[in-house]
């Protein structure tokens, strides 16, 4: 069953301050603050990536060319806070929405998930690719939420980025990424969904 997985709202912060990422790397001034800034912001999306867990709240789209199987639609990126609305294509090709009333969301598992209540079905569907969409609200509202071993692999690799400026070495050996971001990384990983 193909799934599409889109963020359609990027988060409006970051894990850490420009100011602990300074600390972190011993930086004073304000010269490498722009620099240091899209470091931050890479490297906490490649620890997402990574970790196939969002950090910081950010809003999803997860589509669905069919639904899932045994009514239970399992939501990739936890921690799952909220579902905003359940969409779909019916057979007559005519965009419906499907009553909260007809699922309960599980915030509490994770990856968190949407459960048809005893009793429903999913309705059936259009046939065409992303026939069914969930929007759906992930990550955390604090940065005080974040697990500390995201934040750790997050100032890892800001450092390592800020020291190896360059995409290879040259006149030298290759600087691989420190073993430590990917064992910080494996503490915290979310199983990839299949």
Known sequence: MPIGLKQTTAPTSEPLTLTQVK???????????AELTLLLSAARAHVESRTNRQLMQATYQMTFDRWPAGGVATLRMP???????VTYYDESAVSQTLSASKYHVDTASEPGRIVLDDGESWPALDVRPAAATITFVAGVASAD?????AKLATLQ?????????EAIAFGGN????????????NQIKVPELS
Not at 145 to 149: E, H, I, K, L, R
Request: cysteine-free; charged content about 25%.
């Open 23 to 33: 600390t972190h790397l011993r930086v004073d001034g304000s010269d490498d603050d």
């Open 79 to 85: 921690p799952l806070l909220s579902v905003t609305s």
């Open 145 to 149: 939420d974040v697990p500390d071993a």
């Open 157 to 165: 690799l800001v450092g390592h980025w800020f020291e190896n400026r």
């Open 174 to 185: 290759p600087v691989e990424l420190p073993h430590a971001v990917e064992a910080l990384i």
